[in-house]
């Protein structure tokens, strides 16, 4: 069961990374400041992903990242998202 979750876990890492270098490559040639939310955005993703891969194969880390963190940077890309919805 578990080795589900770490090649879960290093898909979204990868795709995260995959989109956030597109996201800069676009915000270098269009210069719109949108485009600075959606890296953050993704940049949040790449992180939780590092912590959530780092928590399945090390096991002594697990009880330090718990749901609650994990739950705080979805709040975060949320929030990040909605500013650049809302973004003029």
Do not use: C
């Not at 590092?50 to 963190?69: D, H, M, N, R």
Request: aromatic letters at 16%.
């Amino acid at each position: 069961m578990e080795i589900e979750f770490i090649i879960v876990s290093a898909a979204i890492t990868i795709v995260s990374l995959i989109l956030l270098l597109i996201t800069v490559h676009s915000y270098r040639i269009y210069r719109n400041t949108k485009l600075w939310f959606v890296i953050m955005v993704f940049l949040f993703f790449l992180i939780r992903g590092v912590i959530l891969s780092a928590a399945l194969l090390y096991e002594p880390l697990t009880p330090i990242i718990s749901k609650y963190y994990i739950w705080l940077f979805d709040l975060i890309i949320l929030t990040l998202l909605y500013a650049a919805a809302l973004k003029r």
